[in-house]
């Protein structure tokens, strides 16, 4: 397994901003994945940060909005950029083990844009 | 499109039961599944992954796979109020990506 660690826990933005989330791993990992979880829903795929490479980006996020950082083996940050009230949500970081492919998730980030 | 459908629920069972949630996928070709964990307010926690058709079991959790029938379950014995959550079915499809399920929200009633 591995552990890994998110901040902020929470955050509340004002309109406008951007809003930085850093994620830490104990271990080196290949491939690290962005999620997002608005209220009641299920886990929507952002985009997948191969350290050495651009994110993938998944169909209807962008670079632009959501621009992604993995400068080495354990640390990735996901920037939310210019905040809409329709980005209120939780953001989560994970990773996966290559050879199981079983996923194991940071504790989240709980973003509120006001 | 890739997809893994489940019951929203909410499934409720009284304590000491046996619950049993269900899952499907559309891809033929997986080969990978998984069951996770979410209390409210937490990140999903994986409490089950299953590889080959059959059972496989872990303490009161059993993973049962069907790849003929893109089916995947997971029973748990003698529900506990502890177990309420909601558990998310999620299916390794390639290429880095997993897909999960809605979640079916669980409930067991003392």
């Known amino acids: 397994s591995a552990v890994i660690s998110q901040k902020p826990s929470r955050d509340i933005c004002q309109r406008g901003t951007s809003l930085t989330i850093q994620c830490q791993v104990d271990?080196?990992?290949?491939?690290m994945f962005w999620y997002r979880q608005q209220p009641g829903q299920s886990l929507t795929l952002i985009a997948t940060?191969?350290?050495?490479?651009?994110?993938?980006?998944e169909s209807g996020f962008v670079i632009d909005k959501f621009p992604i950082s993995r400068p080495n083996l354990t640390f990735s940050t996901l920037t939310v950029s210019n905040l809409s009230p329709e980005d209120s949500s939780i953001y989560l970081c994970?990773?996966?083990?290559?050879?199981?492919?079983?996923?194991?998730f940071g504790p989240g980030t709980r973003l509120t844009v006001t | 499109q890739k997809e893994v459908e489940q019951n929203s629920g909410p499934l409720s069972v009284p304590e000491g039961a046996i619950a049993s949630l269900n899952c499907t996928y559309s891809?033929?070709?997986?080969?990978?599944f998984f069951w996770y964990r979410q209390y409210s307010g937490k990140s999903p926690e994986l409490i089950m992954s299953?590889?080959?058709?059959g059972d496989k079991e872990d303490g009161r959790f059993t993973a049962q796979l069907n790849k003929a029938s893109q089916y995947v379950s997971l029973l748990i014995r003698d529900s506990q109020p502890s177990d309420s959550a909601t558990y998310l079915c999620?299916?390794?499809?390639?290429?880095?990506?997993?897909?999960f399920g809605a979640g079916t929200r669980l409930f067991v009633k003392a």
């Open positions: 994970s990773v996966d083990l290559p050879t199981s492919y079983e996923q194991y």
């Open positions: 271990s080196q990992v290949t491939m």
């Open positions: 940060a191969n350290q050495g490479s651009e994110a993938t980006y």
């Open positions: 891809d033929r070709g997986s080969q990978s």
């Open positions: 299953i590889y080959s058709n």
């Open positions: 999620a299916v390794y499809t390639g290429g880095f990506k997993t897909i």
